[in-house]
């Protein structure tokens, strides 16, 4: 398995775990302003795991180079 890989299952990983504490937020009643900063941080590790997947050859870990790249 090649470094890629590993990162793009790490960064998986980290959108699924952040997925199911934003769940359990939801559920325990949390905060909206918690749940919401759970759920943007989901969509970021899962676009970052999406970066390493294409061909773009995108190489950033920064939110401002996220949303620059939109």
Known sequence: MTDREVLYLYRLGQAEETLSEAEKMLQENFSPRSI???????????V??????????????????IISTF
Not at 38 to 45: D, E, G, K, V, W
């Open 36 to 46: 919401t900063n759970r759920a943007y941080y989901t969509m970021f590790y899962a």
């Open 48 to 65: 970052l795991a999406l970066f390493l997947k294409t061909s773009l050859n995108i190489k950033t870990s920064k939110h401002i180079g």
